[in-house]
């Protein structure tokens, strides 16, 4: 799994895990791939938090709405990793924000999320987004402090099973020459 474009290509949202424990290695193989994602101006926004233990996993699946399909992953996977920014800190210039669309942090918690989901399969492991959550409940059952918004949760461990990979989009049909 060398080639990036395979990897790109070959990673799916895993949502049943074995109970395989995740090395350590490689779980901070896959934090360096965030320490070394892009971020609007350096900011390195991101924070992560790494949970392993069952109780407060229980705690983050309390947190999903009624069938939300990542609801077992988040007990299931040996290891939840947590995404959250600083904010006021990505895409703001002397305190002031300078872009269109405000704080860029979802903009910099998506590169690192990428890097996070093909660093982890690039390793045999895998892991699902899960966007779909009270985040305040979240929040504060990991003591995550004001100022920080919790963004994010991947589970991660070893794959149960690899899904298909789903139809995709032609690239004829996002793709815009010179104009819209």
Not at 135 to 145: D, E, Q, R
Request: hydrophobic share 40%; glycine share 8%; charged share 20%.
């Amino acid at each position: 799994m060398g080639d990036v474009r395979e990897v790109i290509k070959g990673r799916r949202s895993i949502r049943n895990y074995t109970d395989q424990t995740v090395p350590e290695a490689a779980l901070q193989e896959i934090l360096e791939a965030v320490q070394w994602s892009p971020s609007w101006a350096n900011t390195q926004c991101w924070e992560v938090i790494v949970v392993k233990n069952l109780e407060t996993k229980k705690k983050l699946q309390g947190t999903l709405s009624s069938g939300n399909p990542a609801t077992r992953a988040l007990v299931e996977a040996p290891v939840i990793l947590v995404l959250a920014a600083k904010l006021n800190s990505s895409g703001f210039y002397k305190g002031q924000v300078t872009t269109k669309h405000g704080d860029w942090y979802l903009f910099d918690l998506g590169i690192a999320t990428q890097s996070i989901c093909l660093t982890a399969h690039h390793l045999g492991l895998g892991t699902v987004v899960v966007g779909l959550f009270d985040h305040n409940a979240a929040k504060a059952a990991l003591g995550v402090p004001e100022g920080v918004e919790v963004v994010a949760m991947l589970p991660l461990g070893y794959p149960a099973k690899q899904p298909a990979a789903p139809k995709r989009r032609e690239i004829a049909e996002f793709t815009h020459q010179e104009k819209f």
